[in-house]
């Protein structure tokens, strides 16, 4: 896969058509009338890839393919999440 893809858009598909896609994780023939995920590196639809559903699975169980929200995350610093937003809004020492 390639690494300049900062986040993926990912939904499950499945097509009519007897078609064969060869899965970018894993290189292995995929049935397009199988169930199916599809791809969108950064949600560009043009460089869409058919994948296989359990390719993707253990992609994320390893903490690869991370979604456009998961990335946005992963930017802010850590801990910034866990703050209570009173903390956050005003910081975190308080005067008296
Ligand atoms: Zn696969």
Redesign the pocket.
């Known amino acids: 896969m390639a690494n300049a893809v900062r986040w993926w858009e990912m939904r499950p598909a499945q097509s009519r058509q007897p078609k064969t896609y060869v899965?970018p994780?894993?290189h292995?023939p995929?049935l397009a009338m199988a169930p199916n995920t599809l791809l969108f590196p950064e949600g560009d639809r043009e460089r869409r890839r058919h994948?296989?559903t359990?390719?993707v699975a253990r992609q994320r169980k390893a903490g690869l393919l991370p979604t456009k929200a998961e990335w946005e995350r992963s930017l802010r610093p850590a801990g910034a999440e866990r703050r209570p937003w009173w903390r956050r809004l005003f910081g975190s020492r308080r005067p008296g």
Request: with cysteine; net charge neutral; aromatic share 0%.
């Open positions: 899965c994780i894993c292995g995929l994948a296989h359990a390719c």
